[in-house]
């Protein structure tokens, strides 16, 4: 079951709500369109300035299971396939970072909002 503490954050375009999501792929993963997501503002900072995406991109914090949920709806609509916790920049290759299918996602908001 997908468990997250809030608040979460996440790395979005500063004048866009759901164009300009930032996607994450990998290497061992075909077909993957992962979402960063943070559990730390320290890690969401440090990714931030790694990726080289000057001022357009802020970071903003999720507090609550259901605006996450509403957020995994957007991902969903937007053709993302998986959420990655922590990822590290492509400067930084020294931290694993976890994915999770957005399915798993959503029913593990769906347990907290009960």
């Known amino acids: 079951m ?3 503490e809030f608040p979460i954050w ?5 004048d866009r709500e759901a164009k300009g999501l930032l996607q994450v792929t ?3 993963a075909a077909g993957m369109v992962g979402f960063p997501i943070f559990t730390d503002d320290d890690l969401a900072q440090t ?4 990726a080289l995406l000057g001022d ?3 970071l903003k914090s999720i507090a609550e299971p259901l605006a996450a949920y509403g957020l995994v709806a957007i991902l ?3 053709g993302f396939t998986h959420v990655v916790l922590d990822s590290s920049s492509h400067q930084d290759k020294s ?3 976890a994915r999770s299918p957005l399915s798993e996602m959503r029913a593990g908001l769906l347990a907290m909002l009960e």
Request: charged content about 35%; glycine content about 4%; aromatic content about 12%.
């Open 2 to 4: 997908f468990e997250i």
């Open 10 to 14: 996440i790395i979005a375009h500063r």
């Open 76 to 78: 969903e609509l937007q």
């Open 95 to 97: 931290r694993k970072t």
């Open 26 to 28: 990998h290497e061992e």
């Open 56 to 58: 357009h991109y802020v």
């Open 47 to 50: 990714f931030l300035d790694g």
